[in-house]
């Protein structure tokens, strides 16, 4: 069996191409359904390690989740591999669908009509190629992303440090393993360092600290803590290029937790924070 | 509709557990095939970093692959976030099927069935579980390995350092970014320190050596790098944990490029290389 299988497959070794290979697609179910304080793309940061304030949490499904978890509470950080769900070219074609089960690419639909280059918010503008980025614009919706393991409940992960938005299927959480995952002499190109942001400061208007403590629940929340991710968030500048420089200077918001944050950008460097108010008031008043 | 989204699907956030939330179904298409010295799952190293020696390419499949690798050779490192395709528990149904396309759960077949916990070489037959380790053997067989990037020609990416099966689906490739993957001081458990191997020295017997001299084109392969290759694999101890605590003595063999390497463990700790056979010829003479 396995020798035909090497005879019927294993030709062209190491001779750059590889032919004569089963081609597969491949179907995976969540492992489970992250629930996040960032509620919706638009707003939600980059890289999670930037902020590190943020927090979510992801119960694992099944009924052998706690013997699966079994061990994990020895590691500081995990990896999660998830889905980029809210992709459009996934959702283009289903928005209208209630109840839809499945993503993927519609039957017959190339890939090759997806663009193969982006922009990253480094490059201003200049394109590069998607596997050259963690842009979540890719060939598979695959995202990878490095958290804090802050404790395990049963069968529920608690996490810090995330950048993903409420509802993001996940498909494995692996370990962090510091004796092969750090690579600290890794070279990468020098845009990476390139100062991606311009908000250095941030400030709140006395309105919107007034506002804050009503809404804040002051027994369970602390303001501090909250006007900390606010700032986190703010600081690693989550919004899109288009904003940036052609609507740099009109009002925005983003919602964190059940806090819709109104602000603005001044001098392209100081963000302002007008209002902070409370999220469903906020959308049953208007369509972002 | 965002706001419809968020009434739906956007409640007991931070409660710890996720209502409401649409459950999917996720496919991908690999973005292209693993060419790899390693021919089967048997022998193949644990961890890619551990065989620097060991060589693979990946041609990306797609009319835009030269775009979508722009930038990407200004990366010393990549992460390949591949499938486990040779897991028993999706190919046991699948054996007989000569052109099956769709690597997944046969519809009805519950997860709940997989082994929740395994026993990693480490742990000497303790079992944890499946998320608090690397093992192939996870819920969704997905996998991470980082490795080295050596060059890019047209739509074809060389790599070192890997840890994969000759064939194995490739879902995306990331670049490696020190700045936002290195977490030295991260804790991990204590038994990912010890010493999960007992092979120290590689003993290579005359006879094998000749024969590897006879069977290498010495005009494109150095005997020393197949030699050093051959060493790097043994001394990651591919053995399984069957084959260590119960055949340990007898004669064992495995695949690397086009050759067979037939060994012998002696005292648990000197691998004596009898033979080295042309892989083909070993395949036509006798089944694994």
């Known amino acids: 069996m396995i020798s035909n299988f090497i005879k019927r497959y294993f030709t062209n070794i190491n001779k750059g191409s590889i032919t004569n290979i089963n081609k597969f697609r491949i179907t995976f179910d969540p492992i489970g359904y992250i629930d996040s304080v960032f509620p919706k793309k638009y707003g939600t940061p980059r890289q999670g390690i930037l902020v590190k304030e943020s927090e979510g949490s992801l119960k694992i499904l099944g009924k052998n ?18 889905c980029f769900h809210q992709n459009q070219h996934i959702n283009s074609k289903w928005n209208n669908k209630e109840n839809r089960t499945e993503l993927k690419f519609i039957e017959g639909e190339s890939r090759d009509d997806l663009p193969p ?19 979540p614009h890719r060939m598979n919706d695959i995202g990878l992303t490095l958290c804090k393991l802050e404790r ?76 900390e991710l ?26 964190v937790k059940n806090l819709y944050i109104q602000c603005q950008i ?17 959308y049953s008043d208007q369509i972002l």
Chains 1, 2 share one sequence.
């Open 230 to 255: 606010i700032s986190q968030v703010l600081l690693s500048d989550p919004r899109s290029i288009y904003r940036k420089k052609k609507r740099a200077d009109q009002p925005w918001g983003f919602i």
């Open 65 to 82: 989740a706690l013997h699966m978890l079994k061990g994990l509470e020895e590691y500081s950080h995990v990896w999660l591999i998830f």
């Open 117 to 135: 280059t982006i922009r990253p918010p480094r490059l201003n503008g200049k394109r590069i190629g998607i596997f050259a980025t963690r842009s």
């Open 266 to 282: 001044k001098d392209e460097t100081i963000a302002l924070i007008i209002d902070i108010k409370e999220k469903d008031k906020f």
């Open 152 to 227: 395990i409940e049963k069968d529920i992960v608690y996490l810090s440090g995330i950048d993903l938005i409420h509802g993001t299927p996940i498909l494995d959480i692996k370990p962090y393993i510091p004796i092969y995952d750090n690579v600290p002499d890794a070279s990468f190109p020098q845009w990476i360092l390139d100062k991606p942001n311009t908000i250095e400061t941030i400030e709140f208007s006395i309105n919107s600290l007034e506002n804050l403590q009503k809404l804040l629940n002051s027994n369970t929340e602390n303001i501090n803590e909250a006007k």
